[in-house]
């Protein structure tokens, strides 16, 4: 009796024979949780809740939470240029959340930017989309902290003082 079966490699398998990376899901979910975080920023209102209640320590542990998802993905050791990518840009997000300054946000976006253009030229669509996603929160961190120290004075950022002269 002759074997009449032949296997075929479908694309299932051969995807099922590759080396599944740990580094895109957990990146998404720390770009995801950055994006929420923000929205809420832009959104929450609290004067409708009691002001004895201290909403800004949860906010502030909302974000120490996405430092450390951050910071934690950043120890671990890349295994591909995919990997390595979004573990550069998880540092810079960690980075970001921890600044103290306009000017040192605007140096975590300009590497970003870089990253991004590297990931657009040499990875592939999914990582480059997901990057993007990361640089755009980055972005509108930026876009936010210079918003709130216009507020408080207009005369610390850089480029008031500028037009100022």
Not at 20 to 37: C, G, K, M, Q
Not at 73 to 81: D, I, K, R
Not at 90 to 116: G, H, K, M, N
Not at 132 to 156: K, N, V, Y
Request: charged fraction near 25%; hydrophobic fraction near 45%; aromatic fraction near 8%.
């Amino acid at each position: 009796m002759s074997d009449i079966y032949t296997t075929i490699a479908i694309r299932a398998q051969e995807a099922a024979s590759k080396p599944t990376s740990f580094f895109e899901p957990r990146f998404a979910d720390i770009v995801s949780n950055l994006y929420s975080s923000l929205e809420e920023e832009v959104w929450f209102d609290d004067t409708d809740y009691d002001p004895a209640f201290d909403w800004a320590a949860d906010a502030d542990a909302v974000w120490h939470a996405i430092a450390e998802d951050a910071d934690d993905l950043a120890t671990l050791c890349p295994q591909g240029a995919n990997d390595l990518a979004m573990h550069r840009m998880s540092r810079l997000i960690a980075r970001a959340i921890r600044s103290t300054s306009l000017i040192e946000l605007d140096q975590v976006l300009s590497r970003s930017a870089i990253c991004l253009d590297e990931a657009k030229r040499l990875h592939s669509p999914e990582i480059h989309y997901l990057l993007a996603d990361a640089h755009e929160c980055l972005d509108r961190m930026a876009c936010l902290a210079g918003a709130q120290i216009a507020e408080e004075d207009a005369s610390m950022l850089p480029w008031s003082q500028s037009m100022a002269a």
